[in-house]
Structure formats: C-alpha cells, structure tokens
C-alpha cells in the first residue's frame, strides 16, 4: 500500500481529535497529514505519530489536494468545501447530514452494506451515517437479515458528546453549579440545561412533531439495509451523560421469534458485544462500557405477551462506534477496493 496524502477537517472537534488517535494506531500509510480547522483553531500543534502537525485554518487554504479527506466539522462546512476537495481528487468521507440521502452518495456502514463503496462514487464523496444509526444498524443487521421485520420502535438515550466539546462543557458547568446551589447556565447546546436532566428532543423539531434526529434514523436506516418501506419510527432523547449513546429497540416480526436463535445470530455477529450469560444484571452501560469499538447489546427478550415482539438494549460508544471508528473503517474498505485516488 502506497503512504496516502490525507486531510481532516475538523481536527480540533471531539470527532477530530478521536479520528487522529484511531489514525495514529491503524495501518494506514500517511505520507502527509494536513489538520484543518477554522480559524480560531488555526496553528494549534497536535502530534501525530512522530511529528508535530500545525492546524491550518480551513478558509485561507487553495490547495485541496489529498487522497482521504475526513470532514467532521458540520453540515455547513461540508456542502461548502466536500465537494471542493472532491473536485481535486479526494474521496471525501463526511460525518455530517449534508450529502446522506444524495444518490449518488453512498450512506456506508462497512459491517452492514460494504457493497455500497465496489466503486468510486461519481460524488468523490461517501456519507458517514448518523451516530444513532451506525449503533442501530449494526446491531440489527442478522436480525432484519434472517427475519421479515414487521416494525421497529425504539426510545434513544443520547449523551452530550452528541454536541461535540462544547456539549461536553455544557453539561459538565451545569453540573458543578448545580451542585454548588447555583442556578443553571443558560442552555446554549441544548433547548434546556441537560445537568440532571432529560430533554425528549434531538434536533429541530418539524411540524408534524417528528425531530430531525428520528427523521434522520428512519431515512438512513432505510437506506443503509435497502429496505425503502421498512417502518421504523423512534423517540430521541437527550440525556446528562458524558459520552455514549444508548437505545431500547423494540422489533415486532412477521412470525414468532425464539430467543435462543436471536442469541445464536447476535452473539456470532462481528463487532458486537452480547451480554447474555444468564444473569439478568449483566448488561453494558454508557459509562462502563470497556471496548468502545464493538456495540454492546443485553436486556435481550422476547415480549411476554406477543412471541413476535422482541426487546434489545443497544449501548455504544457515539464519537467511536458512531463517528470516527466507521469514517476510518470507510477508509480501510476504500483502500482494499481500490477507490483512493482521482476521480
């Protein structure tokens, strides 16, 4: 494998910065890394493996030439300059909502629909799926496989590392001046200070009630298992955690389910973790989880009162798992198919 010429974009953000560690330890040859960022970030020096990278600000740039360009530094920032660097050669693997639903954008989770990345794209631009959706597709990718699917309804509990650094900060100030007695910071982030607090609401809300976040995981969901009428619908929920996005997943199937094939089909799926040793207290959590790159899966049952129904917890680690992880696994799968390079 040739060293490749790779830029991040938004190098300085939470996913950024966990996209730089995950670069650093994988195989990937990096003959030049370019860190780009606004300007408020610019000549910040961040190491990377035996060098020192300055950060250089994303709009006083002309020369967009690379081989991978990861884009983590929001949907504004990706419309304007993906298709820039697309244009220079770049296969562009973007982590926001810009491109998702484009055609001629593949919406790729590698562990679910790597089929979807056999060519270069005629775009030079691949979608990162939601952080929700990455979690949730790749635990119910041998459910929706073996079984026809009737519906799914899920609640999501999504951690403040959703909202980057700042969300972080956020929450963590609530927290210390609520503790101290002091009255909550105005919610910048959030609609509502998160401190010890949970806030039904992920993303605008549209007018039939819907937020973007549940639009977004029926739409991508759809996409990703090619399953154009899969109904599916969810509840997205903001909670005081730090980092780690969890769901309670309810899947309703066309014939009864029985819980010892679920488990088969779970527990032999790469990449994920079941908790399901017969003790019903084992189960991941948020904060404890200790493999960030696997999903975590327990509280697997079937509905006491409908054989077709069956229950799933889903736990996984959103700026790993959901973000950076699957950027850079994109990456490894565009570097096998040979679609690394000019258009």
């Known amino acids: 494998m040739r060293a490749l010429d790779i830029a991040i974009i938004g190098a300085t953000g939470a996913v950024g910065a966990e996209l730089i560690k995950l670069l650093e330890t994988s195989q990937i040859p990096v003959s030049r890394l370019r860190l780009l960022a606004s300007r408020t970030s610019g000549g910040r020096r961040l190491r990377f493996r035996d060098e020192i990278c300055i950060v250089e600000p994303l709009a006083d740039i002309c020369d967009r030439k690379a081989d991978i360009a990861f884009f983590s530094a929001g949907g504004a920032v990706s419309a304007a300059y993906g298709p820039l660097f697309a244009a220079q050669g770049a296969l562009v693997i973007d982590n926001s909502n810009a491109f998702r639903m484009d055609v001629d954008v593949p919406l790729l989770v590698p562990q679910v629909n790597p089929n979807a990345l056999a060519s270069r794209p005629h775009s030079g631009i691949v979608a990162n799926p939601n952080c929700s959706t990455i979690q949730l597709v790749r635990a119910l990718r041998p459910l929706v496989t073996a079984f026809d699917v009737r519906q799914i309804v899920l609640t999501t509990y999504q951690a403040a590392s959703g909202k980057g650094l700042k969300g972080i ?58 399953l154009p009428h899969l109904r599916l619908t969810s509840t997205c929920v903001r909670v005081p955690v730090i980092n780690g996005h969890s769901a309670a997943v309810y899947l309703e199937f066309e014939e009864p389910v029985r819980l010892e094939r679920v488990h088969e089909l779970l527990a032999t799926e790469p990449g994920v973790r079941l908790y399901a040793n017969g003790i019903q207290e084992v189960y991941p959590t948020p904060r404890l989880i200790e493999d960030p790159a696997v999903v975590h899966l327990g509280r697997v049952r079937v509905n006491p009162g409908n054989p077709c129904g069956l229950w799933i917890w889903v736990v996984a680690d959103n700026l790993q798992v959901g973000a950076a992880l699957n950027a850079l696994l994109i990456a490894n799968l565009a570097i096998a198919n040979n679609v690394v390079g000019g258009p």
């Open 169 to 226: 900060d956020e929450l963590l100030e609530g927290a210390r001046s609520a503790l101290r007695g002091r009255a909550a910071p105005s919610a910048e982030r959030f609609p509502f200070p998160l401190a010890f607090n949970v806030i039904p609401q992920v993303g605008k809300i549209a007018s039939n009630g819907t937020t973007l976040e549940e639009l977004k995981l029926v739409k991508e969901s759809r996409k990703i298992f090619g």
